[in-house]
């Protein structure tokens, strides 16, 4: 079997199981020849379990304009503002304050998403979700 030659690679951040042929997704696809509504289909089905979601996708377009997509789990400012149920965070993280997390909704949080960071230490994880969550205006307590 031939390998296929790579044509772009696109990275993007999309809303799992609610992918639309609009901006920004249409025209970034279709600048390099993809079927959109056939990826729209196939990427609303892989990801109907976690709708409403945004979620980073590795998209891969081949020469003969095939593709292949790889979806990785929840950003983790998402996870953060679902955790305490907010959906915007503060404009002025420093000085205005828009809610609080707990150290263990930030375990949580780390553990889920140990395997898109770069790091394999615990420790450095819960430093990348707090720093995460003090720039959307957010408290870490105990």
Known sequence: MAIKQVQAILKLQITAGAALPGPPLGP???QHGVNIQEFI???????????GSIVPVKLTIYKDRSFSFEVGKPL?????KKAIGITKGSATPNTKKVGSI??????????LKM??????D????LKIVEGT?????????E
């Open 41 to 51: 289909k196939q990427f609303n089905d892989k990801t109907a379990e976690q709708k």
């Open 122 to 125: 615990l420790k450095k994880a």
């Open 76 to 80: 983790v400012a998402y996870l953060i």
């Open 115 to 120: 395997e898109d960071l770069n790091t394999s």
């Open 133 to 141: 969550a003090h720039s959307l205006g957010i408290d870490v307590v």
């Open 102 to 111: 707990s150290r263990n909704q930030i375990r949580e949080i780390a553990q």
């Open 28 to 30: 970034s696809l279709g």
